[in-house]
């Protein structure tokens, strides 16, 4: 069913719209078979994404608990599911190696707030401006910054040193080259296939949680010797811990408000689109402020846990849909299933193998690479092949937010480029030496009227009279109407007169706050009233 989204309505959460259009018996059912499907995907990657972030697999499951809780609870997405996301890994692994986990808890709290307010201020409409460019280069960025940082494992090396940029990170490695372990690359490479193999032939079938399984029981049965989770991390908890306030002390926020300020970005960003991909599956409309304020509760929530960030994850959003649930309900129930998970599994987590985790993020890697995508940017024009690539080169090699918003603002100039070639200016001499016609059509802002100044200036040499026809102009700035006002001076000094045709009201005014009013200028309704001047 498809909703449209009222502005009144925009704060009000998805579950309260489900349920008001009447939930029966049916529907729970439909969505406790849809929440399992996702709890058992969600498992295995929840706990990869937190060893990917340097962070123990236990707060990975924390997350899917009461974020993915929240985020179904209070959002604004009725198929989103919320969780820890490979989006996260650089930022979250870098906060907790510079600042350390009470570090990484108090930007999470802080970047709960700001996510609150960006709802309040409904700023999540502006999400969808994001170029594609921009949202394709960051997301191949990351890509390779999360299959690098599973190198290590995926060989079974043993670094002295482990630095987290990418290309000093590359060194080490190749360094430690002497200990590559041939079991463990075995195990990654066993992993890959066969979650590769499954997704082809079967599937329907939960291939992350099947093969975790049989590779863990393989290595087990077989005695091979590779690192396991339990010899990293040691035993996990049967239960969530006991809240717990971060530490809010002037030095703590300070040092966390850059890394907040990055998951607030990033944490809008990959949300709001995980719930825009939602909408193009289902037909549905979601709630951009509202959600926003469902994963700020969420992260804040999450903070007081010691889970890592929540936000919503595509992959399992789009299976939640796919396993046909009714609302943010089966989001709810997946987020109980992992935690009776955490209760009943959590002896048995510690038996998986380092390797298995490493060989399934690489297979996340690869699907969030975009390369056909990446490929097709490239070949679509310089503009965006530049736009893509100095995004997804300063998200690997230097900072992702650096590169969002480098590449944001590299995509407006190429815009604003775009724009100011788009208008026309076309003239009409006629048989009058005196007289000057010029139809000006498009957009008439500081970037157009940089580029077609020169060209009004040299029309406006000798006439007495320059008219503008401006009928056809669809947008006019106030640094478009400066320079209008700066040729009629200069026509006005030469003796002569700039007569405008056709403005519409709103550009009138606009034109009349720059001083062209109608003792600078004369204003007639069209070019058929000319000659009455």
């Not at 959460?13 to 009447?22: D, F, M, N, Y």
């Not at 974020?67 to 198929?79: D, P």
């Not at 590779?226 to 811990?241: A, E, K, N, Q, T």
Request: aromatic letters at 8%; a neutral charge; glycine letters at 10%.
């Amino acid at each position: 069913m498809s909703e449209p989204s009222a502005p009144q309505g925009d704060f009000l959460p998805k579950l309260l719209t489900v349920l008001r259009e009447g939930y029966g018996l049916a529907d729970l059912r439909a969505d406790a078979m849809a929440g399992l499907t996702v709890a058992i995907v969600a498992l295995p990657l929840s706990m990869a994404i937190a060893i990917a972030s340097g962070l123990g697999p236990e707060r990975g499951l924390f997350t899917s608990i009461v974020g993915g809780f929240l985020i179904s609870a209070l959002g604004g997405s009725r198929y989103q599911i919320g969780g820890p996301a490979g989006a996260f890994i650089v930022g979250v692994s870098t906060c907790v190696a510079q600042i350390g986990v009470s570090g990484l808890m108090v930007a999470t709290l802080l970047s709960g707030v700001l996510l609150i307010a960006a709802g309040a201020l409904r700023l999540g409409h502006y999400v969808r401006f994001l170029p594609y460019p921009v949202t394709v280069g960051f997301s191949a960025g990351i890509a390779v910054i999360i299959f690098v940082s599973q190198i290590k494992d995926v060989l079974g090396l043993s670094p002295s040193a482990e630095p987290a940029e990418v290309v000093p990170k590359l060194q080490a490695l190749w360094q430690a080259r002497d200990s590559l372990s041939p079991v463990a690359l075995g195990v990654a490479l066993g992993t890959i296939v066969l979650l590769q193999a499954i997704k082809r032939w079967r599937p329907q079938w939960p291939n992350l949680l099947i093969v975790t399984c049989a590779m863990t029981i393989a290595v087990w049965a077989l005695g091979v010797p590779v690192h396991l989770v339990g010899d990293r991390f040691g035993s996990l908890p049967h239960f969530l811990p006991m809240p717990q306030m971060p530490d809010l002390s002037p030095g703590s926020l300070w040092q966390a408000l850059p890394f907040a300020l990055q998951f607030t970005l990033l944490g809008a960003i990959t949300g709001l689109l995980s719930a825009q991909v939602a909408d193009g599956i289902s037909g549905n409309r979601h709630r951009p402020s509202i959600e926003l304020f469902a994963e700020g509760a969420a992260n804040i929530a999450v903070s007081f846990i010691g889970g890592i960030y929540a936000t919503g994850a595509v992959a399992r959003t789009v299976t939640n849909h796919a396993a046909g649930s009714r609302g943010p309900v089966s989001g709810m129930l997946h987020a109980v299933y992992v935690l009776g998970f955490l209760v009943i599994l959590a002896p048995l987590i510690a038996f998986v193998p380092m390797a298995v985790f490493a060989g399934i993020l690489c297979v996340v890697a690869w699907n969030m690479a975009a390369r056909a995508q990446f490929v097709m940017l490239l070949r679509a024009s310089r503009s965006d092949g530049l736009i893509l690539l100095t995004t997804f080169g300063l998200v690997v090699f230097r900072d992702l937010t650096e590169g969002i918003i480098m590449g944001f603002a590299l995509a407006g100039v190429v815009f604003l480029h775009r724009m100011s070639k788009a208008v026309a200016v076309e003239t009409d001499l006629g048989t009058d030496p005196d007289r000057v016609v010029v139809h000006l059509t498009g957009p008439w802002f500081f970037g157009a009227a940089a580029q077609t100044g020169a060209l009004l200036d040299q029309l406006a040499e000798r006439p007495k009279h320059f008219v503008l026809d401006m009928k056809d102009l669809d947008y006019l700035d106030s640094s478009g109407a400066r320079a209008l006002e700066l040729l009629a001076k200069r026509i006005s000094r030469q003796g002569g007169r700039m007569v405008l045709s056709g403005v519409k009201p709103d550009q009138r005014i606009v034109l009349e706050t720059a001083g062209l009013t109608a003792a600078k200028v004369d204003f007639i309704p069209d070019l058929a009233t000319l000659d009455r001047v």
